[in-house]
T-cell receptor
Framework: DAKTTQPPSMDCAEGRAANLPCNHS???????VYWYRQIHSQGPQYIIH???NNETNEMASLIITEDRKSSTLILPHATLRDTAVYYC????????????FGKGTLLTVNP | EAQVTQNPRYLITVTGKKLTVTCSQN?????MSWYRQDPGLGLRQIYY???????DKGDVPEGYKVSRKEKRNFPLILESPSPNQTSLYFC?????????????FGPGTRLTVL
């Protein structure tokens, strides 16, 4: 699975959009980009995933660049409850669906 | 409500005293997995199971055992716990019918071995 690089921390004002970047320059053609988040030692929570098209669900939007070497997770209206560590994970459809979590980005939403 | 449950949530024990952490899911998922999370090391996979009676080692299996006798349950067994197994443990499950489905994680079990 390709390695990912994320900034260690980011701040965002409550009500504003939070844009979390991720670099995955060695991604291969059959690998998906996943985003999970972990709120203060709770179990990680799935947010969204995508292959090459932009994706949107009720939680967030995922923008993947055309060359697929980077992506951005967008939380459109961040709230205090969105303060968490956000993990960008790249993986293919191997027989073991192991998720390799890096250090992630600590997003702090400020009032 | 679809969920993964773990018990106990918190456990303090002593070296060498066998313990079991239970994991149960109500989503009829084929795949289940155990992770441990340690500061600075992220989440690391211990064991996983593709289906009933099918288990395999993850990245850090030493000192742990698992079993998968029923589809919904995947207990983690520490037969002789040691202090280096003090950690935060997470169980996860997902459907095995597609390679790209999301994984659901339990709330975690914080284990301290004295």
């Amino acid at each position: 699975d390709a390695k990912t690089t994320q900034p260690p921390s980011m701040d965002c004002a409550e009500g504003r959009a939070a844009n979390l970047p991720c670099n995955h320059s060695t991604i291969s053609g059959n690998e998906y980009v996943y985003w999970y988040r972990q709120i203060h030692s709770q179990g990680p929570q799935y947010i969204i995933h995508g292959l090459k098209n932009n994706e949107t669900n009720e939680m967030a939007s995922l923008i993947i660049t055309e060359d697929r070497k980077s992506s951005t997770l967008i939380l459109p209206h961040a709230t205090l409850r969105d303060t968490a560590v956000y993990y960008c994970i790249v993986r293919g459809a191997g027989s073991n669906y192991k998720l390799t979590f890096g250090k992630g980005t600590l997003l702090t939403v400020n009032p | 409500e679809a969920q993964v449950t773990q018990n106990p949530r918190y456990l303090i024990t002593v070296t060498g005293k066998k313990l079991t952490v239970t994991c149960s899911q109500n989503m009829n998922h084929e795949y289940m997995s155990w992770y441990r999370q340690d500061p600075g090391l992220g989440l690391r996979q211990i064991y996983y199971s593709m289906n009933v009676e099918v288990t395999d080692k993850g990245d850090v299996p030493e000192g742990y055992k698992v079993s998968r006798k029923e589809k919904r349950n995947f207990p983690l067994i520490l037969e002789s716990p040691s202090p280096n197994q003090t950690s935060l443990y997470f169980c996860a499950s997902r459907s095995g019918t597609s390679g790209y489905n999301e994984q659901f994680f339990g709330p975690g079990t914080r284990l301290t071995v004295l």
